[in-house]
C-alpha cells in the first residue's frame, strides 16, 4: 500500500489552505455514502480523499462548487439580487454633486464671505 504525501497532492492544488479544504470536503462526502474512485486499501476517509485528489480520479471543479455550496448560509435568489442592484443605482443618484473647483481667488473670497456672514452665491 502506498502512502499519499501532501506533496503528491500539492502538484495538483497548489495551495495548502484548499488542499486542506477540498480534503477535508471530500472526506465527509465519503463518510455519507459517496461513491469512492479509488480501491479503499484499508485507509480512512481523509486518506482515500488525499489519494484521489493525487490520482486525479476526481473533478475538481465540480468538488469545489461543491465545498462553496456547503459553505454558503444564504442562497440570494434573483428577486433579492435585482432589488439590491436597483438600491444601489438609488443610492448612487442620491450622492451630493461633486465639489465645485475653485480658483485661489475666488477660495479666498468665499473664505472671507464665510467668516463674515455675507452670502456668497455658492450652491
Not at 484499508?42 to 459553505?71: H, Q, W
Amino acid at each position: 500500500m502506498a502512502r499519499v504525501t501532501v506533496e503528491d497532492c500539492i502538484e495538483k492544488i497548489p495551495n495548502r489552505f484548499r488542499l486542506v479544504l477540498m480534503a477535508a470536503h471530500r472526506a465527509r462526502n465519503i463518510s455519507a455514502g459517496s461513491e469512492l474512485t479509488i480501491d479503499r486499501d484499508n485507509d480512512k476517509n481523509p486518506v482515500v480523499a488525499l489519494r484521489e485528489i493525487a490520482d486525479e480520479t476526481l473533478d475538481m471543479d465540480s468538488l469545489k462548487d461543491s465545498l462553496v455550496n456547503g459553505l454558503q448560509r444564504v442562497l440570494p435568489s434573483e428577486d433579492e439580487e435585482d432589488a439590491a442592484r436597483e438600491e444601489r443605482g438609488q443610492q448612487m443618484e442620491a450622492l451630493p454633486a461633486p465639489p465645485v473647483e475653485l480658483d485661489e481667488a475666488e477660495m479666498l473670497k468665499a473664505l472671507q464671505n464665510d467668516r463674515d456672514g455675507a452670502p456668497d452665491g455658492r450652491l
